[in-house]
């Protein structure tokens, strides 16, 4: 069975510093690991993905995650935050199936302070 | 633009009354998806439909039934919503195969009264 986990609850970080939103996943096989982003009262938004190839991948608004396989997680990456990135992040794998199930991580809140 | 809408934004329903909500897609995906979403917490999976394969999860009530008409539309029926089953009711879509990423709707808040 596939899993992920997110060991923070909660991130505060100061408008302009960087900020990471850690994950860690756990899969037999190679694993399809990806980012959303949900602001309240809204379905949640595709940040960005690992399926293969370079360990660092490039997303939305600046976004960006590392892949690191020895061990086994997915961490977001912001250089510089935005107050307008305060929202709630998802972390989840996909089964490498035509259906894709997905499971999520619990959510981290990101709050970014002026 | 192509989406994934959700009507209504906003249900409240009696306990006991049976209530449907609808997810239509204008991206012609294949894979549609209904999850339960309670208080921030991850988004539950509840069922999703392969083409017009239906599949549900082992932990979802029988009280949660779907339906899809069509490649565009999916409905989640709920048929004796209790206290319990208020929540956020978000509906996807994707491609086939899990290296594609999903695309949400913006869901409907369901609160039952």
């Known amino acids: 069975a596939q899993s992920v986990a997110q060991p923070e609850d909660q991130v505060n970080v100061a408008e302009g510093n960087p900020l990471t939103v850690k994950c860690t996943y756990s899969?037999?096989?190679?694993?399809?690991l990806f980012w959303y982003v949900q602001y309240p009262n809204r379905g949640l938004q595709f940040l960005l993905k690992y399926i293969t190839g370079d360990n660092l991948v490039k997303g939305s608004y600046g976004f960006e995650a590392e892949f690191n396989k020895s061990q086994t997680s997915f961490h977001l990456k912001k250089p510089s935050a935005l107050v307008s990135d305060s929202a709630l992040y998802f972390c989840?794998?996909?089964?490498?199936?035509?259906?894709?199930?997905?499971?999520f991580g619990d959510g981290t809140t990101l709050t970014v302070k002026p | 633009d192509a989406m994934v809408i959700q009507n209504p934004r906003y249900q409240v329903t009696q306990f006991g009354k049976p209530v449907t909500l609808s997810c239509s897609q204008t991206l012609n995906h294949n894979v549609m998806y209904w999850y339960q979403q309670k208080s921030s917490q991850a988004p539950k999976l509840l069922f999703h439909y392969y083409d017009k394969d239906f599949n549900n999860e082992a932990d979802t009530p029988d009280n949660f039934q779907s339906r899809r008409p069509n490649t565009s539309f999916c409905f989640l029926d709920i048929r004796s919503p209790g206290l319990g089953d208020a929540a956020m009711y978000l509906c996807a879509t994707s491609r086939e195969g899990g290296h594609y990423e999903q695309y949400f709707g913006p869901g409907t808040r369901l609160t039952v009264t």
């Open positions: 989840a794998v996909r089964e490498v199936t035509n259906a894709g199930k997905s499971t």
């Open positions: 899969v037999s096989g190679n694993p399809y």
